[in-house]
């Protein structure tokens, strides 16, 4: 695919590993702890360029330009689905209050009109709340499966991005390591040569 038919992540360096951002029209879920970054990131993605998009928050109170979506049925999120950058903060919760059944329904079948033309759905999985068959059905239904890790070595973070998955695509042979800003994530694009 050329770079202009691809949708910016948000983030220069994760754009320049997947060939210019998410190809149109995929299911994008992000996995990691609730402290790796995964808010920042959803939130430069919903964020970037001129084109409109929908924040669905069901985990926290929404800020400004989000839409509440704690109560509202399966039917009303998926009209609630607007624009070409949609978010969906978080599928966990879904999974927790409505079950696995309902949360892939939402991500397979709600979200199927808005991937039709064109837009991009990303959804944030929390890790350590679900049980392996849920994180495989999740893993599954999504078309990018990106996981941010973060573990502590001494006094210091190390922080990585890892792109498990991309249907119809080659994988990166790389882990990306990144930093959290105060404007988002910031990958580090180079690589160290021993």
Partial sequence: MAQTTRRSTGIPGLDLSLDGG?????????????LSGMELMAQQFWRTESETGSYLMLDADPKQ??????????????EAMQGDRIVVDSLSTLVITSGIDAAVDLLVHGAADVLKRGANVMCLFYRGLHTPLE??????????????RQEI???????????EKIRGMQVPQRVIPY??????LELSTTSRVI
């Avoid at 006094?155 to 990585?160: I, L």
């Avoid at 930093?179 to 988002?184: P, S």
């Fill in 65 to 78: 330009g989000m839409i509440a979506a704690r109560g509202l049925s399966l039917e009303e999120m998926a």
């Fill in 179 to 184: 930093h959290i800003t105060a404007k988002g």
């Fill in 153 to 163: 070595h001494g006094n210091e973070f190390e922080r990585t991005l890892a792109i």
């Fill in 22 to 34: 998410f190809p149109p029209g995929t299911r994008i879920v992000v996995y990691g702890s609730p």
């Fill in 135 to 148: 994180e495989i059905r999740v893993m599954r239904a999504a078309d990018i499966f990106i996981t941010l």
